[in-house]
Structures are given as structure tokens and as C-alpha cells.
């Protein structure tokens, strides 16, 4: 797994923080360093991830797909069948055994999709934390199913309401947190964003992808894949996914953007493939953001609230600049074809984050031969989409049906106010 | 001028650029000076200010609605240093909008207007000292901050990369909240002096003649910043400048 020079990918990365969080992070960094140099370590994170979210996760054949497509034999890497129902439990798991070693009692975290969030919300109910997640309003009503289970899992969920409320001001007001509260607190950073060591840790908590990839296509197809391709948001399930392989230059390393409505300031969130993104320092790092000429960070829109983030892991910016993985995106439209194609084809619900991969993958399968072979990171499952995909398909049956548990559930309330 | 060390307490006081207007700047400084206030922060509004709380957190974003950015500050610095010149500006700012400005030009600039010091809370040591022969070729200061749990040796790296004064971050947390001043407070105090002989600012919790006069003696500037822009948020610049200036005469009051 990639290392940092000085927490530094060529000019990307760093620790732009307010003072007052610097000695949490070497604290965390020096934690870091020390315990993924020891053999006994891994196996007890990869034991943990066995014992409680069912790893190893499997790589799937889409037969019938690939067949219908005609290219490329396409297979997934299920990060959807994990505890939690998304990759972003590997993190939070790792992070967790952190926590217990530094005997913190409090957690806190930001969430886009509110996978992290869910994920966190489960570690400090398993661990006996008290928990803390932000996440930005518009966010929250977007998904709101992920809402409702971290709050009945203990968890507090905490709306932010200010600038566009979405991942990045969540991630703003987590750090402001994190400022008051870090000689208690453990931030679990969700992505392989922010300030050293996150990007690197997050990374190679999430590196356990690819190293079951690899064991898996040597057992499964007989070799390395052509491609793997992965979603990028922030960035985790793509380095999760690329990280084992950055050193076979055979494999094909594709992270697809969120190409949202279009290429319009404000209607993406592509920082990689588009030249949208410019260097820029903010949220405790130095990677390519969108952002305007006075330096202030822009508003993005994605379809999935998982990808509607402004700057990009600093470690894929690096490998991006070096030519080492190539850049796509994918429209909503696309995604919610990508979607549907999947699900009524092979009988697997994607998330939304998820089908962006699916929509760049099947795009480029098409275009190869059928003795090739393409891996997807299919880094969630679509059930927390419930709301969205009634929405981008709608039902008559589905609105009926709504009206009618609006108006069982205000009954409830009223009931209950009534006692 | 930055005071000496030892100096009397005086008051740091905040302009948001572009809040609650460009014009409205010009005024708020003007009514500052004529309060008294001596030292005043610059602020230039940014999307994502993490050091901050809620109300400066609401000013940056109102300010960028309303004209707030880096040339916008270099502009009024200009007007301001030139107007009022028993002021010292400080430039306060987040690193991103100065780095994408570009930052040996922004110094130049900064330095030529009659800025004379630089708070930038995201800046590390580490970055900022190998711009320092450039700072101190320009006579621009930058302000490096001390926080509760900056270990002794870093607040000695610190100490050696400040000039102008050292910001004391008098707790955890962001700006706009209540600080105590007990004995906890005094010691982490002595234990910076003993790294330093500039004079310091001490910030964040900074609300009232109370906090002030806890102060004196303890400091030689106090950062009253997220209750003046409240003032100035509720009840206009000019009741602003006049509560500012009440609360000043109470230290007066209080130390002679």
C-alpha cells in the first residue's frame, strides 16, 4: 500500500490544521506508523472484519450481463454484502480498534450517504462510545433511512445547516468539533481525505479490498483483471479497490466521477477527469478542488450524496497526475440506467455511489473483448436509495402508499401525544 | 505598531470583509479608531472557515454574497492603512483564498498597502518558515498560534517563527464561545513567556469588560472579535463602535 513522503503524494496532502488538532494527529500518525509495521495487527483487523462483517466479501461473475453487453467478462468485488452494507465499515472497524488503544470515549463523524455515519454509528454501539455524526441537511433528507437507524442505534445525528449542507460543510463542523473536544474524542474521518495521516491510514484500512481482489482473480479467473474500475468521492473505495495493485501495471486502475447534470459550475462533482478541479488547501489538505478564483470552495451536485464532495483523496490526485489511473465520470442519467440495468439483469440492488462505477465499468467493457476481464467495486447496496429511486422512477403505487403511512404514523404521534 | 512587552491590555477588534457590506467596512474601521481600538483584524470570508464559530462562520458567508475576497481586502486594506494610520491592520485569513491568489505576490501586496501582520489559523509552522526571510525582508509579521495543548517544544518552534506578537488560543474549540480565566489559565500563560519576549494576544472567548480586565496584566492584547460582529450584526456598525468604545473605558477604568 502507497506510503506518504512526510504525509505528503508528490504535491498533494499534508496537515493544514488549526494548531489546537495537531496533537491528535501526530498522536494518531505515530499509532498509525507503529501498528501497520506489525504482522499481528492485520490479522487482528482482518479477523475483526470476518468475525463481524463477514469478510471476505466475494467476487461475483455477471454472466448474463457481460454476455448481453458483449465485451468484456465483467465481475463485482461485493463491498455491498458487508455489515452495514458498505465499504465504509473496513474504516470504521480499523479505526475502531484505534479508539480502544487510545482510550477515547467519545467518537465523532461526518457523512455524505450516511454509510460512514451508519458504520460509526454501529462501531460505538458494538465498542460502548458515545457517538456524535454530522451531516448536512440536505443530505439527511436525502437519506433519511441511514438517518433513522444511527439514531435508534444510540448515535446522535447532528444536521448542518449551513453553506449548500452537504458532506463538506459536515466535515467543516466535525472538525470544529474535533477543535473542543480532541482530548476525548476520536474523529473518524471517512474518507481518504483531510489531514495526515487520514488519507494514508484510510487507505490501507481499506487496502484489505484489493488484497481479497487480488487472491480472488488468481483463484477465479487465473490471472490479475484488466481493469478494476471504482466510484470517487472522496476517495476510500476507490483506493481500497486500487490500492494492492499500484505496482501491476497491466491492471487498468478507472475511478469514475460524479458527472451529475452537467460539466456546469455547481451540477458535478468531477475534480479528476475534466480539468475541473485546481490545487487548492482546505479542510486540512492540499488536493484539487473545485473552487473559484478568490479560493473559495464551490457547490457540487451528484445524484448520490456520497460523491457530492468538493476536493478528492489527495493519494488519487497524486496517481492521477502521474498518469496512473485514469479519470472518468458518469452522468445521474447514466447512473440511474447503470442502475436499473444491473439490478433487473442480475438481481443485485446497487447503491447510487455504487452504480457511477457500474456506469463507467459497463462503458468501457463494452469496448473490450470477451477474453478480458473488468472488476467493479460495488461499494454499497441500494437499499438506503429507496426514496431516491422511487423518485428518479415513479409509481403511483409507491405515492399511494406513502400518503397512506404519512397519515398511520402521524396518527401514532398523535396517539402517543394523546397518552 | 505592535505594542511592546508589558504594555497595557488593549483590544484587537475584527472587520469581515464584505460583511455586512463593503461600504459598511469602511464605516465599522472608522468608528473602531474612534472607539480607540489600535490593532484590527482584516478577515477575508472563506467558504470553509474551521477555526471559526458560528457567528464568524455566518459573517464569512454573508460577506462572500455581499463582494468579500482577497482583492476586496488588499482594497479596503489600502483605503483604511492610509486613513487611519495610529492603527495596525492585520491581514486574517484561511490559507486557500491567499494561495490561490498566490502567496509571494499576496505578501507584496499585503506589505505595500500597510498591512503589517498575518493570522492564518490553517498555516502550519513548518510551511510558514521557509517563507520567513520573505516576511521579514517585507516587515510583514506573521502571528503564529499557541493552543492549551501545544507540547513546550513546539510552542518554542512557534516562539522562534512569530513576529509582531504570539496568539494565545485561550482554550479548545472555535472562536465565540465563554473562556474561564483562572489559574489554569495563568500558567499556561507564564509557560509561553517562557519561550518568548514578543507580546501576546491572547483569543477566543474574548466577550466582555470582565474577560478585559481578567486580562490585564496577564496579556498585552486581547482578540475581541465574535462579540463586536454580533453588535455589529444586530445592531448596526455605529452602536458597534459605541459599545466597543464603553467597554474599553471600563478597562480603563478598572487598571488605573
Known amino acids: 500500500m502507497i506510503r506518504s513522503d512526510n504525509g505528503y503524494f508528490g504535491e498533494f496532502g499534508g496537515r493544514f490544521v488549526p494548531e489546537i488538532l495537531l496533537p491528535a494527529l501526530t498522536q494518531l500518525e505515530d499509532m498509525f506508523f ?27 461473475p455477471l454472466r448474463r450481463l457481460s454476455k448481453q453487453l458483449g465485451g468484456a467478462q465483467i465481475w463485482l468485488k461485493r463491498e455491498d454484502l458487508n455489515h452495514s452494507g458498505a465499504h465504509k465499515v473496513n474504516n470504521v472497524l480499523g479505526q475502531g480498534l484505534l479508539v480502544q488503544r487510545m482510550g477515547k470515549q467519545r467518537v465523532i463523524a461526518e457523512t455524505g450517504a450516511g454509510q460512514h455515519g451508519l458504520a460509526s454509528a454501529i462501531m460505538a454501539a458494538r465498542l460502548g462510545l458515545d457517538c456524535t455524526i454530522y451531516m448536512g441537511a440536505e443530505d439527511i433528507e436525502r437519506q433519511y433511512s441511514n438517518v433513522f437507524w444511527m439514531r435508534q442505534l444510540g448515535s446522535k445525528v447532528q444536521p448542518v445547516s449551513t453553506g449548500a449542507q452537504t458532506l463538506k460543510e459536515a466535515l467543516d463542523e466535525a472538525l470544529r468539533d474535533w477543535a473542543a473536544s480532541v482530548e476525548t474524542t476520536h474523529y473518524v474521518l471517512g474518507t481518504a481525505c483531510g489531514p ?37 468521492g472522496g ?28 460539466f456546469e459550475d455547481g451540477q458535478h462533482s468531477v475534480r479528476l477527469s475534466h480539468d475541473t478541479g485546481e490545487t487548492g488547501i482546505a479542510q486540512g489538505y492540499k488536493t484539487l478542488f473545485l473552487q473559484n478564483d478568490d479560493g473559495q470552495l464551490g457547490d457540487t451536485h451528484s445524484i448520490a ?41 442480475e438481481g443485485i440492488i446497487p447503491a447510487l455511489e455504487s452504480s457511477h462505477g457500474l456506469a463507467g465499468g459497463f462503458k468501457r467493457a463494452r469496448e473490450m473483448s470477451p477474453d478480458q476481464h473488468v472488476v467493479i467495486n460495488l461499494s454499497g447496496r441500494g437499499d438506503k436509495d429507496i426514496f431516491n429511486i422511487a423518485r428518479a422512477f415513479p409509481q403511483k403505487e409507491w405515492t399511494e402508499f406513502l400518503q397512506r403511512e404519512a397519515a398511520r404514523s402521524t396518527e401514532l404521534l398523535a396517539q402517543k401525544r394523546g397518552h | 505598531m505592535f505594542p511592546a512587552q508589558h504594555e497595557n491590555l488593549q483590544i484587537m477588534s475584527h472587520a469581515v470583509v464584505g460583511f455586512p457590506s463593503l ?16 490593532l484590527i483584524e482584516l478577515q477575508v470570508p472563506f467558504s470553509d472557515p474551521v477555526a471559526d464559530g458560528h457567528t464568524l462562520v455566518n459573517a464569512c458567508y454573508e460577506a462572500l454574497k455581499h463582494g468579500g475576497s482577497v482583492r476586496a481586502t488588499l482594497d479596503l486594506a489600502q483605503k483604511v492603512c492610509a ?45 510558514i518558515e521557509p517563507w520567513l526571510p520573505k516576511l521579514d525582508a517585507l516587515g510583514l509579521a506573521p502571528i503564529l498560534m499557541v493552543t492549551p495543548n501545544t507540547a513546550p517544544e513546539r510552542v518554542e518552534k512557534i516562539a522562534h517563527a512569530s513576529r509582531g506578537m504570539i496568539y494565545v ?21 507564564a509557560e509561553i513567556r517562557k519561550h518568548t519576549d514578543l507580546p501576546l494576544a491572547v483569543g477566543f472567548g474574548v466577550r466582555t469588560a470582565d474577560d478585559l480586565n481578567a486580562l490585564t496584566g496577564k496579556a498585552e492584547v486581547a482578540a475581541f472579535c465574535s462579540q463586536y460582529i454580533e ?10 463602535a459605541e459599545k466597543m468604545k464603553k467597554v474599553i473605558s471600563e478597562i480603563d477604568t478598572a487598571t488605573t
Not at chain 1, 506489525?38 to 468475525?51: A, G, N, R, S
Not at chain 2, 494561495?99 to 498555516?123: H, N, Q, T
Open chain 1, 196 to 232: 495526515a495521516p487520514f488519507p494514508e491510514m484510510v487507505s490501507w484500512f481499506q487496502g484489505v479490498i484489493s488484497k481479497e481482489i487480488r487472491e480472488q482473480a488468481m483463484r477465479q479467473i487465473g490471472r490479475l483483471p484488466d481493469e478494476i474500475v471504482a466510484c470517487v
Open chain 1, 305 to 345: 450524496a456520497g460523491l457530492d464532495y468538493v476536493g478528492v483523496s489527495p493519494i488519487l490526485a497524486y496517481l492521477s497526475q502521474q498518469g496512473r489511473i485514469i479519470p472518468e465520470s458518469a452522468t445521474d442519467d447514466e447512473v440511474t440506467e447503470a442502475f436499473s440495468l444491473l439490478m433487473k439483469t
Open chain 2, 231 to 240: 453588535w455589529q450584526r444586530d445592531e448596526g456598525s455605529e452602536v458597534a
Open chain 2, 169 to 189: 488560543v485561550s482554550r479548545l474549540g472555535v472562536t465565540g464561545h465563554e473562556t474561564q480565566w483562572g489559574e489554569k489559565f495563568r500558567k499556561y500563560i
Open chain 2, 83 to 127: 486613513r487611519h494610520p495610529e492603527v495596525t491592520f492585520v491581514l486574517m485569513s484561511y490559507l486557500n483564498p491567499l494561495y490561490r491568489y498566490g502567496l509571494e505576490e499576496l505578501f507584496e501586496k499585503a506589505a505595500a498597502v500597510g498591512i503589517k501582520g498575518m493570522i492564518i489559523p490553517d498555516w502550519p509552522v513548518e510551511e
Open chain 1, 235 to 262: 476517495g476510500s473505495n476507490a483506493m481500497g479497490a486500487f490500492g494492492d495493485f499500484l505496482d501491476d501495471p497491466e491492471v487498468a486502475l478507472v475511478g469514475v466521477e460524479a458527472g451529475g447534470i452537467s
Open chain 2, 23 to 38: 461600504e459598511e467596512n469602511e464605516k465599522a474601521i472608522a468608528g473602531l479608531a474612534e472607539a480607540g481600538v489600535r
Open chain 1, 34 to 60: 507503529a501498528l501497520r509495521d506489525d504482522p499481528d495487527f492485520w490479522q487482528e483487523y482482518v479477523t475483526l472484519c470476518q468475525e463481524f462483517s463477514g469478510r471476505p466479501t466475494p467476487l461475483t
